[in-house]
């Protein structure tokens, strides 16, 4: 069965540094998202992405955040300056559609920024 | 503006007795509704998936969900839980009138599954 692979699984950063979340989504998905879980709270959408750009935000996303797809198959998140209310589970998924497909999530990479 | 609650943050249940994780919903017009799964380690999983049609749904595994709509809620259900189905449930919710194309999630209702 396809999966969406993100690395690194965990990571940890010192605040005002740059981190760079990686995730490889299922081949023939066009929809890519990112999310985040803080530890107890709600799984929050924060970016899509299709076509090369992106589709929608949250109003999480600002300009500390970004996202690119540097070639066919990666599609990376980049915190420029993190904070240490960053720190939560960062989900990366894709979807064939965005109607009402079903998502394929990562297993999400961990961040604690301290 | 569309929202979900699950308001239970853990079930128990006994190996082989039915069980229940509730989700209730807020939108405008009307609702598509999906249940994930997380398992330990693992990203989210679908599970199922309410768009139109009859009010029972299946899904994999043997869940189902029931969507009620005058009661706003879409629980997930089994008749005869496992130990190996204890994991983190998730609710999604997305208003198709509502301009996006995004679902909002719940915050999680975690499964155990005594032997």
């Known amino acids: 069965e396809p999966e969406v692979t993100q690395t690194p699984s965990h990571q940890v950063t010192q605040m005002g540094q740059e981190v760079i979340l990686r995730c490889v989504p299922i081949?023939?998905?066009?929809?890519f998202y990112w999310y985040r879980q803080i530890l107890g709270q709600k799984v929050e959408f924060l970016v899509s992405?299709?076509?090369?750009?992106?589709?929608?935000k949250s109003e999480i996303f600002d300009d500390q955040f970004s996202v690119e797809r540097p070639d066919g198959s990666n599609f990376t998140l980049k915190i420029r300056s993190t904070k240490l209310e960053d720190s939560a589970m960062y989900f990366c998924?894709?979807?064939?559609?965005?109607?009402?497909?079903?998502?394929?999530f990562g297993s999400g990479t961990r961040l604690t920024v301290v | 503006a569309q929202s979900v609650a699950q308001p239970e943050d853990q079930v128990n249940v006994a190996e082989g007795n039915p069980l229940t994780v509730k989700c209730t919903y807020s939108?405008?017009?009307?609702?598509?509704l999906f249940w994930y799964v997380q398992y330990p380690n693992r990203g989210l999983q679908f599970l199922l998936k309410?768009?139109?049609?009859?009010?029972l749904v299946k899904g994999s595994y043997g869940f189902e969900a029931e969507f009620n709509k005058s009661q706003t809620s879409f629980h997930l259900k089994k008749p005869s839980a496992l130990v190996s189905d204890s994991a983190l449930y998730f609710c999604?919710?997305?208003?198709?009138?509502?301009?996006?194309?995004?679902?909002?999630f719940g915050r999680g209702t975690s499964l155990i599954v005594h032997p």
């Open positions: 309410y768009i139109t049609g009859d009010n």
């Open positions: 992405f299709y076509n090369n750009e992106i589709s929608e």
């Open positions: 998924a894709s979807s064939a559609g965005q109607n009402h497909y079903g998502y394929t």
């Open positions: 081949s023939n998905h066009l929809y």
């Open positions: 999604a919710v997305r208003d198709p009138s509502g301009g996006s194309y995004i679902p909002t």
């Open positions: 939108v405008s017009g009307n609702p598509y």
